[in-house]
């Protein structure tokens, strides 16, 4: 079964940006998607297909990709985007979430 | 509107069996690929199990740690996925969220739907 790889924790002030990591063999072969999951709240699709952004997530958020591991970028933090971020990929059999890590934005 | 509700959920014996359905509405159900996720208390993520769509063959895949002892399936007719939960054990203690992916709706295919969840405690 795969993996996938997340640091625990990312910490910004405002205005700054957040990179959050995410390695795993499987990126190489399939898209990441990342969720955002607030205190009590479900989770929130916040990238998919490595970089794209569904309708309604801010424009400060964005993805990349380079072989084994993808990014998800913040740029621009604000104190509203302080959660838990995880990563995600999904095989013809599988489907597996990163770790998750938590980002603190003060 | 997407709306996926979950219900089932509640407190159990280590040993016991439970199932939880997840009523869905708002986008074509038989198209999708319906999960089950669980959160348990203060940690991560963790997939549970998929059901394909029946177009796509119905197929279901499991996470070792519940292989054997649930089982998902869906009534397309009802918009209702399940979870049968056997042989429950305390590290199954978590919330249960159904998820809807792989289906397209006003032109966009890559939807990612959560409910809100339903908490399964397993103790004695």
Redesign the interface.
Known sequence: SYELTQPSSVSVSPGQTARITCSGDVLTKKYARWFQQKPGRAPVLVIYKDNERPSGIPERFSGSSSGTTVTLTISGAQVEDEADYYCYSATDNSVVFGGGTKLTVL | EVQLVESGGGLVKPGGSLRLSCAASGFPFSDAWM?W?RQAPGK????VA?IKSKIDDG?T?Y??PVKARFTISRDDSKNTLYLQMNSLKNEDTAVY?CTATKYCSGG?C???N????TLVTVSS
């Open positions: 999960s996720v991560g993520l963790e997939w998929r197929t895949d996470a070792a969220y966009f890559n939807a990612h959560w409910g809100q969840g």
